[in-house]
């Protein structure tokens, strides 16, 4: 395959793929339309920061597969990608490390006020009396929002600080997740209003998405305990950054910011952000994810999402609907012979019926083979009669995923 990196991976990345037999090219740096410019030819889109908008997709000649080397793909217009057959998949949980770590430190830094110790003792001054005031970590409350990969290994470490983690109560949360939060000692709140109120430090790792843009405006912050430390590692735009400022410029809050809204999308440029000059706000440049241990880590998951792509297996993808879509399932068992397929598709699409999802699994010594195949609509005794009596099919059944609305 024809592989385009618009971002810098380690050069081991490449080597691996070019040595599988794939043509790699990098081109980092590359604006929006540039990259729309360059990205016809190529099946595979490698990025990291750059933003993939709709015009890439309608640039595309070729694309079939995008892959984000990180966890968010909230810079992907994966909907343009999703109308044009596109798979963009990312690389979960193999930076959860980094950013942990890196939330622990905004933390540090915040209670202890180390940025500004750190400029003070460069510009000659020594001011024991004011930064020997802290409140300490031991025996605080620290809110996690969002339970997933960084939010259990942020809970792990802070609680090694002696800090008491609690998160809000989900339902639909895994068994393993559960039993997970019960091994670390995480109490459970019945609300996020609950948990805001009850925490000395809130700490944000959801995604970035319309039920999260602006989770944390004024109603939020104004529950905070006075005094008490919001970090945010997260994305930019689920803070409301008008309604932060205020809450800061009144002394109700600190803060650690790794992200913002409408932060720069390049590694370098000029940037002036009122939050992250406030005094009350320990600020890094978005680098949650960026050390040698995750971005190797990040690498290798590339590398594999592609191996498994060859293999005819999509892994992490996030624009496929994760729904069965059809009304009714069919079950063929067949002989593994050329055209058996062709003629059950022929006979659905005589009847009207729109397949939305189709597997088909060839049994062991390779004779037969069984096809799934969900479809819109219902199928008539005559049409299964019909599918059941093409040559070298062994079995048909049907088993309803959902009933048809009744028509208005």
Not at 56 to 63: G, H, S
Request: charged residues 25%.
């Amino acid at each position: 395959m024809r592989i385009f990196f618009a971002d810098k991976l380690p050069e081991q990345t490449v080597s691996d793929l070019e040595t599988r037999g794939h043509r790699c090219v990098c081109e980092p740096g590359l604006s929006a339309g540039e990259l729309a410019e360059r990205i016809g030819g190529y099946d595979v889109l490698v990025v990291r920061s750059t933003k993939v908008p709709r015009e890439v997709f309608e640039a595309a000649d070729r694309l079939v597969l995008v892959i984000r080397a990180g966890a968010g793909t909230n810079t992907i217009d994966t909907d343009a990608a999703a109308e044009r057959g596109v798979f963009v998949s990312n690389v979960p949980g193999r930076n959860a490390a980094a950013v942990a770590e890196l939330t622990l430190g905004l933390l540090l830094a915040v209670d202890r006020r180390i940025a500004d110790n750190v400029v003070d003792s460069r510009g000659h001054q020594w001011n024991k009396a004011t930064y020997a005031k802290s409140d300490g970590l031991l025996g605080s409350t620290m809110g996690i929002l969002g339970l997933g990969s960084i939010g259990f290994l942020v809970a792990e470490r802070a609680a090694a600080f002696g800090i008491r983690i609690q998160a809000v109560t989900k339902p639909d949360r895994s068994p393993a997740a559960r039993a997970r939060a019960e091994e670390l000692g995480i109490m459970l709140c019945e609300s996020l209003e609950e948990l805001v109120a009850s925490s000395d430090i809130v700490s944000v790792h959801v995604p970035a998405s319309a039920g999260t843009k602006h989770l944390v405006d004024e109603a939020f912050l104004s529950r905070m305990k006075p005094g008490a430390i919001l970090l945010n590692t997260s994305r930019g735009d689920v803070v409301d950054e008008a309604a932060l400022l205020r809450a800061l410029d009144e002394g109700r809050v600190r803060a650690g910011l790794d992200v913002y809204d409408g932060e720069p999308g390049s590694g370098r440029a000029e940037w002036d952000s009122p939050l992250a000059r406030h005094p009350a706000v320990v600020a890094t440049h978005h680098i949650g994810a960026s050390t040698t241990q995750a971005q190797r880590a990040i690498a290798q998951g590339v590398t594999e999402l592609i191996d498994a792509f060859v293999a005819g297996e999509v892994r992490d993808c996030v624009n496929l609907d994760p729904d069965r879509l059809g009304t009714i399932a069919l079950t063929v068992r067949h002989l593994d012979r050329v055209g058996v397929l062709a003629q059950v598709l022929d006979r659905l699409s005589a009847a009207g019926l729109n397949v939305q999802h189709m597997v088909n699994r060839v049994f062991r010594g390779g004779q037969a083979a069984v096809a799934f195949i969900d479809v819109e609509g219902q199928a008539s005794p005559e049409l299964l009669e019909s599918l059941g009596a093409i040559p070298d099919v062994l079995g048909v059944s049907v088993v309803t995923l959902r009933k048809d609305e009744p028509a208005p």
